[in-house]
């Protein structure tokens, strides 16, 4: 079986989010499964080509596009053994210092840019002669790609069987651009509809790929119940209740390789479920970087988010009072809204020796917060997955969440009476219910036997990418035997 993943970030080579963390960790584990894997991504400025050893495969690949033909040249890098990553290079759409946006706002041309790469995407494929069997697009950036294998490549035999699949990884970003820039599309008007591309007014692209590819992932299943409803829907829940029959929710896995307390070499102390004593050790580390009280009886939190609304930032620092009021140290790394980052400046100043702040993106230091705190925090108002709390298990740091999206899949609360549970789930979404959540966490951390036994049944626990790749390939089986059978009834009929 031939698969194609077609997305916008993807790591080790570039990210903005949890969606370079699925395609850079899936694809291996399908590989495992007896699968051909192939991806192909934007070549931006910032990916080191000399450090991935790329190689020019195709050269001035042209495509036309509002009448004017624009040229891609094409390289290629093998990160493991049977996975070959594509790179789309156009200097004139991929040579910026970021991916998407900066603090000004959007790239005002996205739309163009990525309209682009995804026409480029599928011209390679037929250059080369590799079919694929599924075409796995990922959010609004690639969601054109089932709308065009419907439309402009219905009639081309080279994608007649191919499949297409779209997994949504936040649907409050859909790709919405004004109807002038339609025609960029290169589809026909026709497709500019309610039942189609138009969204009040503007062209939404993830609503096309929402409407025509064969079938849909989110996330989570949680949160795939969660984007059929008006509060979670951001006004395509009508449109995806349309799809609930070909919607699925499949929750995100981890890479354990990487994610590995017992091998970490960013760690101060390597330490594994038989050896929990020694994340003490990492923690003291931890206090002394981020000029904290060193104080092993502390309970020190940690949060890494992107600091936006959605994360639950703003009922965190109305409790922030109370929270200080407790024997408690809080460690934050995130970059985001500029409002936030003036306000946990101001606090940390506030709260010398007790409140780290970290405004950066920094992978290393991010181990060591999941290594060296007690709890991790996520408060978020809506989390289609989440990585962060699969994380924090793996490292024996207890998860302190809201009961929404995966994490209500992932994190169950702990009840003291039975012993079971992995975390502390709070409901509400209030700066109160965070309050009281992280009071309970204090108590169990108290008890020091509790704690350790809620440490080790999170440290337990599998959240590796097996599982889940195991039903994306039942997925992909599936909708190429539907379309198999389809087409032999029609075959019959003739």
């Given at each position: 079986?031939?698969?194609?993943?077609?997305?916008?970030?993807?790591?080790?080579?570039?990210?903005?989010?949890?969606?370079?963390?699925?395609?850079?960790?899936?694809?291996?584990?399908?590989?495992?499964?007896?699968?051909?894997?192939?991806?192909?991504?934007?070549?931006?400025?910032?990916?080191?080509?000399?450090?991935?050893?790329?190689?020019?495969?195709?050269?001035?690949?042209?495509?036309?596009?509002?009448?004017?033909?624009?040229?891609?040249?094409?390289?290629?890098?093998?990160?493991?053994?049977?996975h070959l990553v594509y790179f789309v290079e156009c200097e004139r759409f991929?040579?910026?210092?970021?991916?998407?946006?900066?603090?000004?706002?959007?790239?005002?041309?996205?739309?163009?840019?990525?309209?682009?790469?995804?026409?480029?995407?599928?011209?390679?494929?037929?250059?080369?002669?590799?079919?694929?069997?599924?075409?796995?697009?990922?959010?609004?950036?690639?969601?054109?790609?089932?709308?065009?294998?419907?439309?402009?490549?219905?009639?081309?035999?080279?994608?007649?069987?191919?499949?297409?699949?779209?997994?949504?990884?936040?649907?409050?970003?859909?790709?919405?651009?004004?109807?002038?820039?339609?025609?960029?599309?290169?589809?026909?008007?026709?497709?500019?509809?309610?039942?189609?591309?138009?969204?009040?007014?503007?062209?939404?692209?993830?609503?096309?790929?929402?409407?025509?590819?064969?079938?849909?992932?989110?996330?989570?299943?949680?949160?795939?119940?969660?984007?059929?409803?008006?509060?979670?829907?951001?006004?395509?829940?009508?449109?995806?209740?349309?799809?609930?029959?070909?919607?699925?929710?499949?929750?995100?896995?981890?890479?354990?390789?990487?994610?590995?307390?017992?091998?970490?070499?960013?760690?101060?102390?390597?330490?594994?479920?038989?050896?929990?004593?020694?994340?003490?050790?990492?923690?003291?580390?931890?206090?002394?970087?981020?000029?904290?009280?060193?104080?092993?009886?502390?309970?020190?939190?940690?949060?890494?988010?992107?600091?936006?609304?959605?994360?639950?930032?703003?009922?965190?620092?109305?409790?922030?009072?109370?929270?200080?009021?407790?024997?408690?140290?809080?460690?934050?790394?995130?970059?985001?809204?500029?409002?936030?980052?003036?306000?946990?400046?101001?606090?940390?100043?506030?709260?010398?020796?007790?409140?780290?702040?970290?405004?950066?993106?920094?992978?290393?230091?991010?181990?060591?917060?999941?290594?060296?705190?007690?709890?991790?925090?996520?408060?978020?108002?809506?989390?289609?997955?989440?990585?962060?709390?699969?994380?924090?298990?793996?490292?024996?740091?207890?998860?302190?969440?809201?009961?929404?999206?995966?994490?209500?899949?992932?994190?169950?609360?702990?009840?003291?009476?039975?012993?079971?549970?992995?975390?502390?789930?709070?409901?509400?979404?209030?700066?109160?219910?965070?309050?009281?959540?992280?009071?309970?966490?204090?108590?169990?951390?108290?008890?020091?036997?509790?704690?350790?036994?809620?440490?080790?049944?999170?440290?337990?626990?599998?959240?590796?990418?097996?599982?889940?790749?195991?039903?994306?390939?039942?997925?992909?089986?599936?909708?190429?035997?539907?379309?198999?059978?389809?087409?032999?009834?029609?075959?019959?009929?003739?």
């Amino acid at each position: 079986m031939n698969i194609l993943f077609i997305t916008p970030e993807m790591l080790p080579y570039a990210k903005t989010g949890g969606l370079a963390d699925v395609c850079g960790s899936l694809p291996w584990t399908l590989v495992q499964l007896g699968l051909q894997v192939r991806s192909i991504m934007p070549l931006y400025k910032a990916i080191d080509r000399q450090r991935f050893k790329m190689k020019l495969i195709i050269k001035d690949l042209a495509v036309s596009l509002g009448g004017e033909t624009i040229k891609a040249n094409i390289f290629s890098h093998e990160p493991f053994p049977e996975h070959l990553v594509y790179f789309v290079e156009c200097e004139r759409f991929f040579a910026r210092s970021e991916l998407y946006t900066t603090k000004e706002g959007d790239y005002p041309d996205n739309d163009l840019r990525f309209i682009f790469f995804q026409r480029v995407s599928l011209e390679f494929f037929k250059r080369i002669g590799l079919k694929p069997d599924i075409i796995h697009c990922h959010d609004w950036q690639t969601a054109l790609v089932p709308v065009y294998l419907k439309t402009l490549y219905r009639n081309d035999p080279f994608y007649s069987r191919t499949r297409s699949i779209l997994t949504i990884h936040n649907l409050a970003y859909q790709g919405l651009f004004p109807k002038e820039h339609f025609p960029l599309t290169g589809l026909d008007w026709s497709e500019y509809n309610i039942e189609g591309l138009e969204f009040w007014g503007k062209v939404n692209f993830l609503k096309g790929g929402i409407i025509y590819s064969h079938a849909l992932t989110t996330v989570s299943p949680h949160y795939a119940q969660e984007i059929q409803t008006p509060e979670f829907g951001c006004g395509l829940d009508g449109v995806l209740k349309k799809r609930q029959k070909d919607l699925y929710g499949i929750i995100n896995g981890l890479d354990y390789h990487y994610w590995n307390p017992k091998t970490d070499r960013e760690l101060k102390a390597r330490y594994s479920v038989k050896s929990i004593w020694k994340k003490r050790i990492n923690k003291s580390a931890l206090q002394q970087e981020q000029g904290l009280e060193e104080d092993p009886e502390i309970f020190l939190i940690g949060m890494i988010t992107r600091l936006a609304d959605q994360k639950g930032l703003d009922i965190t620092l109305k409790a922030l009072k109370g929270l200080m009021e407790e024997k408690i140290q809080l460690v934050i790394l995130g970059t985001g809204d500029e409002r936030y980052h003036r306000l946990f400046q101001e606090l940390s100043k506030k709260y010398p020796g007790k409140i780290g702040i970290n405004l950066k993106f920094d992978a290393p230091l991010s181990k060591r917060i999941y290594a060296g705190s007690d709890a991790f925090l996520m408060p978020s108002r809506y989390e289609p997955c989440g990585l962060g709390q699969l994380i924090s298990l793996r490292y024996g740091t207890v998860p302190i969440v809201r009961a929404t999206g995966g994490l209500i899949d992932t994190v169950s609360d702990f009840d003291p009476a039975t012993g079971k549970g992995n975390g502390i789930v709070f409901r509400e979404y209030s700066s109160q219910a965070l309050l009281k959540a992280v009071e309970r966490a204090l108590y169990f951390y108290s008890q020091k036997r509790l704690w350790r036994n809620l440490v080790k049944t999170g440290m337990r626990e599998d959240f590796s990418w097996t599982n889940s790749a195991r039903h994306y390939l039942t997925l992909y089986q599936k909708y190429l035997k539907v379309e198999e059978v389809h087409s032999k009834s029609i075959v019959n009929s003739q």
